[in-house]
């Protein structure tokens, strides 16, 4: 839990009877590697903030995968569209390892945002935050070669690198296996 509060705090500040009202929300889940967070179809209604593992943002268009974001350790994020709307999830987040997280209720966090100004200002931060981190994605995959997307991926993301296969980085580059592996063989 207080991996989340000092997430939280590295945002925006918050007072101590938010924190106490965010530790009466919270949930503690582990999943085995390969268990969905969340399936397709399904209405997401939580944020998840990672405490330990990792997992994958997906989709699957015409039987192909598509990885949107991989997520890490200490990372808040949602499927926001899918809870904004109120219509079944188009993704699906899939552990790519055992992971540890923390789950909170959006209704009731939303409910805690009205009660506390404080968590109202993290919240319209992150979602700020979250918004220019996905233009960037968009941007990387309309403008950017896959070589590029691969240098930025090594440059901005290698911790992760080894904790993903080859066939997700693929994924996630908008690219085949065998062409990885021609961009990974000239670097």
């Given at each position: 839990?207080?991996?989340?509060?000092?997430?939280c705090?590295?945002?925006?500040?918050?007072?101590?009877?938010?924190?106490?009202?965010?530790?009466?929300?919270?949930?503690?889940?582990?999943?085995?590697?390969?268990?969905?967070?969340?399936?397709?179809?399904?209405?997401?209604?939580?944020?998840?903030?990672?405490?330990?593992?990792?997992?994958?943002?997906?989709?699957?268009?015409?039987?192909?995968?598509?990885?949107m974001?991989?997520?890490?350790?200490?990372?808040?994020?949602?499927?926001?569209?899918?809870?904004?709307?109120?219509?079944?999830?188009?993704?699906?987040?899939?552990?790519?390892?055992?992971?540890?997280?923390?789950?909170?209720?959006?209704?009731?966090?939303?409910?805690l945002?009205?009660?506390?100004?404080?968590?109202?200002?993290?919240?319209?931060?992150?979602?700020?935050?979250?918004?220019?981190?996905?233009?960037?994605?968009?941007?990387?995959?309309?403008?950017?070669?896959?070589?590029?997307?691969?240098?930025?991926?090594?440059?901005?993301?290698?911790?992760?690198?080894?904790?993903?296969?080859?066939?997700?980085?693929?994924?996630?580059?908008?690219?085949?296996q065998?062409?990885?592996?021609?961009?990974?063989?000239?670097?």
């Amino acid at each position: 839990m207080i991996e989340f509060i000092n997430f939280c705090k590295k945002v925006s500040p918050l007072d101590n009877d938010c924190i106490i009202d965010l530790n009466s929300i919270i949930k503690f889940k582990k999943v085995k590697k390969n268990d969905f967070l969340l399936n397709v179809n399904s209405h997401s209604n939580e944020l998840f903030f990672i405490k330990k593992g990792i997992v994958k943002f997906c989709f699957n268009g015409d039987g192909k995968e598509f990885i949107m974001r991989f997520f890490a350790e200490n990372i808040l994020f949602a499927d926001i569209e899918s809870y904004s709307s109120k219509q079944h999830s188009k993704y699906e987040i899939i552990a790519i390892e055992n992971t540890e997280y923390f789950s909170l209720p959006f209704y009731e966090f939303e409910q805690l945002c009205l009660k506390h100004h404080s968590l109202e200002t993290f919240f319209r931060k992150f979602m700020t935050i979250a918004n220019l981190n996905m233009m960037e994605r968009v941007s990387e995959i309309l403008e950017e070669d896959a070589k590029k997307r691969y240098a930025n991926f090594i440059s901005k993301k290698s911790q992760i690198l080894p904790r993903i296969s080859l066939g997700d980085l693929a994924s996630y580059l908008g690219i085949t296996q065998v062409s990885l592996s021609r961009i990974r063989a000239n670097k």
